[in-house]
């Protein structure tokens, strides 16, 4: 086998590809030694028959095996570490600089809306055009003006345009409140965290938890149909005992608990818009009369959702697994014995969202798929007040 020799790019220095010396920076980016080994050993079968490559082509294929492993943080960390000899700086002000981070950039990409794989390629040649321009420093506009149309040729108008929405957002400084709702086992509380970390949202809340401070400070005596499940507080009602179910008495019992939860619920999205931080708040008790206690006007972007399984065997499956993975919720043979109970609930709370333009979005798929969806209608709640014009966003530098 014919040693391969790494190129500088910069100052044509040679030296031999070493399987060691990857290994190292592969262990130093995040991977397990065998995982690290693994890859170096791939990457240098992958290089064999050339006698000579460059320390960029060296970087690129390395970083398209890490993205097809999706050891996205380890990505990061190696691409990080490659540039750090002379990191380039961007200037956001007449004062402040800081060194461009593929992490920060590629992030924004993603609450526009774009998918980690195609935020990922972007960055990655935002960078090497970077590169190639050779300046060491670039202002934060001429940043954004490149990002926009790398996305308009790479990919089309449309990302490129619901790029320039987001960052006009951003720079208003004016928090999002997103309320997410749905039936039982639908899915609410995976979707809210992968949001929160796509969007940097620190404050989030269920209203699950909110119900359970409630149900400590109020004996079930008083209010029993707190201290059940929505899909079962029928049963608590005055005169509902030992009858059977109807749907009526079904969403019933549901509002009477919403109506209580709504308080606390009210209290948490008061305090975010008094003090404008984002907030995502999601639970069974989000419904479009929620909404209706949101103290109007306020320059908070609001954006309620309707999660939905609309598929039965789907929520069957995923209420089985609610019982195995949080058991503290109640077995997954509480929640199918009561599955019609579920399935209606989630029928009225569909057709109250329906009815009041609450944008419905399906979780029978992966989570990935969901997230975008959920990313789309933010920007398209976003697309209402905010500029899609570049010349609008970034000024000539």
Request: glycine share 6%.
């Amino acid at each position: 086998m014919a040693k391969t020799v790494i190129v500088d790019s910069k100052d044509e220095t040679r030296t031999p590809f070493l399987r060691g010396i990857l290994t190292s920076s592969l262990l130093e980016a995040g991977l397990s030694f065998e995982e690290a080994y693994q890859l170096a050993s791939k990457i240098r079968q992958k290089l064999s028959n050339k006698t000579k490559v460059s320390t960029h082509e060296m970087r690129e294929t390395v970083v398209r095996e890490l993205i097809k492993l999706d050891y996205i943080e380890v990505l990061e960390n190696y691409t990080e570490a490659n540039h750090l000899n002379q990191p380039i700086q961007i200037r956001y002000g007449r004062q402040s600089t800081a060194p461009f981070s593929m992490m920060r950039h590629r992030q924004s990409l993603e609450s526009s809306g774009l998918t980690t794989d195609k935020a990922i390629l972007t960055s990655q040649l935002l960078l090497k055009k970077l590169e190639e321009l050779g300046k060491s420093e670039f202002h934060v506009d001429e940043l954004g003006r490149m990002t926009y149309f790398l996305l308009k040729k790479q990919f089309d108008r449309e990302a490129a345009t619901r790029y320039l929405i987001w960052i006009d957002y951003t720079r208003s400084g004016r928090p999002l409140i997103l309320l997410i709702g749905g039936t039982t086992g639908c899915g609410k509380s995976t979707i809210a965290t992968e949001i929160a970390h796509r969007l940097g949202i620190i404050r989030t809340q269920s209203t699950d938890m909110l119900r359970e401070v409630m149900r400590m400070m109020i004996p079930q005596r008083l209010l029993p149909t707190l201290h059940t499940s929505s899909f079962n507080a029928w049963r608590h009602l005055p005169g509902y005992i030992d009858k059977k179910a109807t749907e009526e008495m079904i969403v019933m019992g549901y509002n009477h608990q919403a109506e209580l939860v709504s308080v606390p619920c009210e209290a948490v999205i008061q305090r975010a818009l008094r003090e404008r931080v984002s907030l995502i708040l999601e639970g069974i008790h989000v419904s479009p009369a929620l909404l209706n206690r949101i103290p109007t006007p306020t320059d908070a972007v609001i954006v309620p959702i309707m999660l939905a399984v609309l598929k039965t065997d789907q929520l069957k499956q995923q209420l089985k697994g609610r019982g195995s993975t949080a058991p503290d919720r109640g077995s997954s043979q509480q929640y199918l014995s009561r599955f019609e109970h579920i399935w209606e609930l989630q029928s009225y709370l569909l057709s109250e969202a329906d009815n009041s333009s609450m944008d419905i979005i399906n979780n029978d798929d992966d989570m990935d798929q969901t997230t975008e969806r959920v990313m789309r209608s933010i920007n398209g709640v976003l697309a209402r007040g905010f500029s899609a014009k570049v010349e609008d966003i970034f000024s000539n530098h």
